[in-house]
């Protein structure tokens, strides 16, 4: 069994600070870790994606993310958060190898304050 | 170019009758994915479909629900006697199955509310 933990509901940020959204994730085998970012009555857009090498992944809008092995985690980041970040984010896993559905977090609303 | 679409955008039914949903993966995709989006239960994965394979239906949560995708393109959402548990936003996803393109592309989604 796969699963995906969101510890946080919402977070708040001031404009310009950094931001962090976090996910931990628990998966048999090595894993492929997404985030999707959900804007209101819209589906779910692709922000980026772990699947080996670099632990440190970047994407779209400005958005990295660190893949940590040991701590089985896959934190959301980006140094300046603005306005227009303000959404619901979901973290994504699933497994290298068989079923390629992915399991998500509960996911997070980020607040940006201006 | 063109993304997922999905049609209707919003369906209200009455309890009892059956609904079908569709959904128009991005061209070229060989996978294509159904989930549910509901308060209280988040993403649910319900079924997926790859190339001609058998679909993987382990996600479905009743006998009630069916899916069909027809010429590896197109697919079809069937819930039948819809409850009022069924009332939640179904979202399309399609994935290139190729090379080192796991991501997963969402149509908007449509909302099913059962009165």
């Known amino acids: 069994a796969q699963s995906v933990a969101q510890p946080e509901d919402q977070v708040n940020v001031a404009e310009g600070n950094p931001l962090t959204v976090k996910c931990t994730y628990s998966?048999?085998?090595?894993?492929?870790l997404f985030w999707y970012v959900q804007y209101p009555n819209r589906g779910l857009q692709f922000l980026l994606k772990?699947?080996?090498?670099?632990?440190l992944v970047k994407g779209s809008y400005g958005f990295e993310a660190e893949f940590n092995k040991s701590q089985t985690s896959f934190h959301l980041k980006k140094p300046s958060a603005l306005v227009s970040d303000s959404a619901l984010y979901f973290c994504a896993v699933r497994r290298d190898t068989g079923r390629r559905a992915l399991t998500f977090g509960s996911g997070t609303r980020l607040q940006v304050q201006p | 170019g063109a993304g997922v679409s999905q049609s209707p955008s919003n369906k209200v039914t009455e309890k009892g009758k059956d609904v079908e949903l569709r959904c128009d993966p991005i061209s070229g995709h060989t996978a294509l994915y159904w989930y549910r989006q509901s308060l209280g239960q988040g993403l649910e994965f319900l079924i997926y479909?790859?190339?001609?394979?058998?679909?993987?239906k382990s996600g479905l949560p009743s006998d009630r629900f069916s899916a069909e995708r027809t010429g590896g393109s197109v697919s079809t959402l069937t819930i039948q006697r819809t409850q009022q548990e069924d009332s939640a936003v179904y979202l399309c996803?399609?994935?290139?199955?190729?090379?080192?393109?796991?991501?997963?592309?969402f149509g908007p989604g449509t909302r099913l509310t059962v009165t």
């Open positions: 998966v048999s085998g090595n894993p492929y």
């Open positions: 479909f790859q190339g001609n394979s058998a679909p993987d």
């Open positions: 996803a399609s994935s290139y199955s190729g090379g080192h393109s796991y991501e997963q592309y």
């Open positions: 772990y699947i080996t090498g670099d632990n």
